[in-house]
């Protein structure tokens, strides 16, 4: 075998699946393949409610094809999660080089233009890096890391940041009793229903933070 793993990039389409739900197409019988949903649903109105059940079906039958859901709109077989992109969910260090190409290092962002030209003429491509800014801060660390199943823990907020936890971890416990995440005194996951709604979960949070 030439790849050992691949990873694939999946629309909704448009086909319709059982009880009328359109099928995303999952198969059996991938090998070690990493799928990403691309436009798997963030609901932030309840306009949108109606792709929420296509979302939640589509957890359910890649589960059953053995592709475990590891961050919202990614699924893996165990051991095969998709390490490119776990450096940025995890908040990690990376370093990209060309036209385009993004990077975060010491605490810093930066990026090339898109001009191949221009680069492949520089002598000197590191003048013609541009700012974007500081990253890394709690609120990007957070919304990061919450994107992952297996989310994050509060002993990581406090090394991390210096955060008094008590305030979030009391708002961990009674998100959990709705349903939307998973809290066990020390690590915050969302739940599949938490996922849907995320962004509006994690800025809840940091008003605890």
């Known amino acids: 075998m030439l790849f050992g793993q691949i990873e694939a990039d999946s629309g909704s389409g448009k086909q319709v699946g059982p009880k009328g739900r359109r099928n995303r197409g999952i198969r059996r019988n991938h090998g070690n393949i990493e799928f990403s949903i691309q436009n798997f649903l963030v609901v932030h109105d309840t306009s949108t409610f109606h792709d929420v059940d296509l979302d939640?079906?589509?957890?359910?039958?890649?589960?059953?094809?053995?592709?475990?859901?590891?961050?919202?709109?990614?699924?893996?077989?165990?051991?095969?999660?998709?390490?490119?992109?776990?450096?940025?969910?995890n908040c990690e260090e990376y370093?990209?080089?060309?036209?385009?190409?993004?990077?975060?290092?010491?605490?810093?962002?930066?990026?090339?233009?898109?001009?191949l030209k221009g680069f492949l003429q520089a002598e000197n491509v590191w003048e013609l890096t541009k700012s974007d800014g500081e990253g890394g801060d709690l609120f990007e660390y957070l919304m990061l890391r919450l994107r992952l199943v297996k989310g994050v823990k509060l002993s990581e907020l406090h090394d991390r940041f210096g955060e008094q936890t008590q305030p979030i971890a009391e708002r961990a416990a009674f998100l959990q009793k709705h349903g939307l995440l998973l809290f066990d005194g020390e690590r915050i996951s969302l739940t599949p229903k938490g996922f849907l709604i995320s962004n509006s979960i994690i800025v809840d949070l940091l008003e605890y933070c």
């Not at 359910?60 to 969910?89: C, D, I, T």
């Not at 036209?99 to 090339?112: T, V």
């Open 95 to 115: 370093l990209g080089i060309g036209p385009a190409a993004h990077s975060f290092l010491d605490g810093k962002r930066f990026y090339f233009e898109r001009d």
């Open 56 to 89: 939640l079906h589509t957890i359910e039958q890649m589960e059953w094809h053995g592709y475990l859901q590891y961050e919202v709109s990614n699924f893996a077989k165990p051991g095969f999660e998709s390490r490119h992109n776990l450096k940025y969910w």
